[in-house]
């Protein structure tokens, strides 16, 4: 059984950092495109940042770039977000997802996208 489960989420204040992990079992995804979305209340789900299988390119969206950083560790089939100087607007439910066969061209396409975990709420404060 393939799953995604994200950690890290919490409450910080403005400014503040949070690292984000997310756990893939049910086999390898060495060679999976993995990627994080977010979606806040009332919100469609927004591409946040994306990177490929062997963490030799990634991809941000405007709003995160400069204080976000998405990385992975294909030996332990993990991927992190690390978050910096976060803002009230990063406030969301944030959720890893992965896929084999996603082109580069549309990784920032919730649609591209075969597994989702449960998500993790970050709430930062002002």
């Known amino acids: 059984q393939v799953q995604l489960v994200e950690s890290g989420g919490g409450l910080v204040p403005a400014g503040g950092s949070l690292r984000l992990s997310c756990a893939a079992s049910?086999?390898?995804?060495?060679?999976?495109?993995m990627a994080w979305f977010r979606q806040a209340p009332g919100k469609e789900r927004e591409f946040v940042a994306a990177i490929t299988w062997s963490g030799g390119r990634t991809y941000y969206a405007d709003s995160v770039k400069g204080r976000f950083t998405i990385s992975r560790d294909n030996t332990k089939n993990t991927v992190c977000l690390q978050m910096n100087s976060l803002e009230p607007e990063d406030t969301a439910a944030y959720y890893c997802a992965a896929d084999r066969y996603a082109g580069w061209g549309v990784l920032f396409r919730s649609s591209a996208y075969e597994y989702w975990g449960q998500g993790t709420q970050v709430t930062v404060s002002s």
């Open positions: 049910g086999r390898t995804f060495s060679r999976d495109h």
